[in-house]
């Protein structure tokens, strides 16, 4: 007849189970210990919109860590969105860029009205409304559809505007749906749609619209399925903490993105533990560009900020940073168009010249490591990159990989860690 055996522990009864499970639990923290002293764990940080979530997206690609299928659906329905989100964000614009309709709609009254002439003028960035109720807006100044042949392209454009406006999101499975091609095509060909997207640094707009409606035909396709591209350039804001693991050499790779709005900032503290790299971006192209979340914000000097609070930090002295400036390819179309001097009065570099751009904002945040007392201490690692360019980013990444080892090879020779985890807590005011 089989039994528990128990014994008395001072006191204590303890049973052949409670033993087992006890030992079980050794056995795991044993074995969670090995794997984080082997684990390289970097951190990505930056400001918001400056390319962490897609360097992650690129890093499964290079490590061939591939997408499930759920993911790349996740991601076909992310592309709609995209789409439809990013389109009426371009139409909200619009009123704060204080853009007019068309002249070719301004006969939708006729010349003895001009009241309700410049109403329907107005209407298509009407003053007295925000984005989401242009279509609203348009229809309270009557029905156009009576006011001949213009009146009917204008009843359009409101048919379109709603129809995006009112969107649904995309369901697991099934097409997007086809009514939504011919309204999206139509509002992104409006000269005026495309004068907004040029100003699109007034009002932070996605930079991703271009790369879709430039083949938008084909994600209206019933067998769509993401391409690799496709993926990398979906955008969706990072709400809390991604951690995603790679093998690199005899070690795992353990990379942590976490949310770059204002907002999201708080949540970072806790990533702190362990760190043996920091992976740092800023969007080149963000130095004429206002935040997500603050129009009178400038995204450059806003990474600015958490640059120096991070190079500030005595407990990152020996952790390896690498700085990553992001998005060169926009940064080299923008700033043809859109001086630097504008929004940096101390840049004397030659307008137009995105290799002096460059070189000015690879400056100004080594300026701001040196001030900090670290670039003695430790390496500041400097990249110019294109997070969508899969190619260049490999090549890039396979640079890194040196000082990722180099730095963890440092905190383990340590023995500080409990007290860098405390003290990071306390040193970051993010």
């Not at 089989?2 to 074995?31: F, I, Y």
């Not at 609203?136 to 379109?160: C, F, M, Q, S, W």
């Not at 120096?308 to 700033?335: A, E, R």
Request: charged fraction near 25%.
């Amino acid at each position: 007849m089989g039994g528990c055996v128990s014994t008395q522990t001072n006191g204590v009864e303890v049973s052949d189970r409670d033993r087992h499970l006890h030992r079980q639990a050794e056995k795991q923290m044993k074995e969670a210990k090995v794997k984080l002293a082997s684990q390289v764990k970097v951190l990505l940080l930056g400001s918001g919109d400056s390319g962490k979530s897609t360097i992650l997206k690129q890093m499964r690609l290079i490590h061939r860590v591939p997408f499930s299928a759920q993911e790349k659906e996740t991601f076909r329905q992310l592309v709609f969105d995209n789409l439809v989100t990013g389109l009426s964000l371009l139409l909200a614009a619009l009123q704060h860029m204080d853009l007019q309709l068309p002249d070719k709609y301004a006969n939708v009254y006729p010349e003895d009205d001009p009241q309700g002439r410049a109403g329907y003028v107005r209407g298509w960035a009407p003053g007295e409304c925000g984005g989401g109720a242009y279509a609203a807006a348009l229809r309270r100044r009557g029905d156009p559809k009576d006011l001949g042949e213009a009146g009917v392209n204008a009843a359009g454009i409101i048919d379109d505007i709603e129809l995006i406006e009112d969107a649904d999101e995309a369901r697991d499975g099934v097409p997007f749906p086809l009514e939504y091609l011919g309204p999206l095509q139509r509002l992104w060909d409006e000269d005026i749609v495309r004068t907004a997207w040029s100003r699109g640094n007034e009002a932070a707009l996605p930079e991703n619209l271009h790369y879709f409606f430039s083949d938008l035909p084909r994600f209206f396709d019933p067998d769509y399925v993401p391409t690799e591209q496709d993926i990398v350039h979906t955008r969706a804001r990072t709400i809390g903490i991604t951690e995603t693991t790679f093998s690199l050499k005899d070690h795992e790779m353990l990379m942590v993105d976490v949310g770059g709005q204002k907002s999201e900032r708080r949540k970072w503290i806790h990533c702190f533990q362990d760190v043996t790299s920091i992976l740092f971006l800023v969007s080149l192209s963000g130095y004429d560009q206002c935040l997500v979340e603050d129009r009178d914000a400038n995204q450059m000097q806003d990474a600015m900020t958490i640059w120096d609070s991070i190079c500030h930090s005595q407990w990152f002295k020996q952790t390896s940073v690498i700085l990553f400036l992001n998005k060169n390819d926009l940064f080299q179309k923008k700033i043809k168009s859109s001086h630097i001097r504008t929004f940096f009065p101390d840049y004397d570099g030659e307008p137009g010249s995105a290799t002096a751009g460059r070189d000015y904002f690879k400056r100004r945040f080594s300026r701001l490591s040196h001030k900090a007392g670290r670039a003695k201490e430790r390496e500041i690692y400097i990249h110019v990159t294109t997070a969508t360019d899969t190619e260049l980013l490999r090549v890039v990444m396979a640079a890194v990989e040196g000082p990722f080892l180099q730095s963890f090879s440092i905190f383990h020779t340590n023995v500080h860690a409990d007290t860098i985890v405390s003290n990071n807590i306390r040193s970051i005011m993010l």
